[in-house]
Nanobody, 117 residues
Framework: QVQLVESGGGLVQPGGSLRLSCAASGSIKSINSMGWYRQAPGKQRELVAG????????NYADFVKGRFTISRDNDKNTVYLQMNMLKPEETAVYLC??????????WGQGTQVTVSS
């Protein structure tokens, strides 16, 4: 059974940085892409960043471009999100997902990121 486990969330001051990790356990084959999403209370889940498993092509939401960086380690089935210059409005639960070439999507439970002074 595949499980995704996020870590690295927490409380950070505005302008600060956090690095999130998402590790997949279990047998997960043919990963096509990995991504990070976030969901704030009362708001819809939104894409933050994605990365292709092969080739490493990345895409970012406009609101994080230049501040966040997504990366991956295929050998470890792990995806990372480096977040810099965080803003209070970016307080949310951050979730990762892995999508396979068979259109199966796995989600983690999420990690809370709180940006506050």
């Amino acid at each position: 059974q595949v499980q995704l486990v996020e870590s690295g969330g927490g409380l950070v001051q505005p302008g600060g940085s956090l690095r999130l990790s998402c590790a997949a356990s279990g047998s997960i084959k043919s990963i096509n892409s990995m991504g990070w999403y976030r969901q704030a209370p009362g708001k819809q889940r939104e894409l933050v960043a994605g990365i292709a498993a092969s080739g490493g092509r990345t895409n970012y939401a406009d609101f994080v471009k230049g501040r966040f960086t997504i990366s991956r380690d295929n050998d470890k089935n792990t995806v990372y999100l480096q977040m810099n210059m965080l803003k209070p409005e970016e307080t949310a639960v951050y979730l990762c997902n892995f999508a396979t070439i068979f259109s199966t999507i796995y989600w983690g439970q999420g990690t809370q990121v709180t940006v506050s002074s």
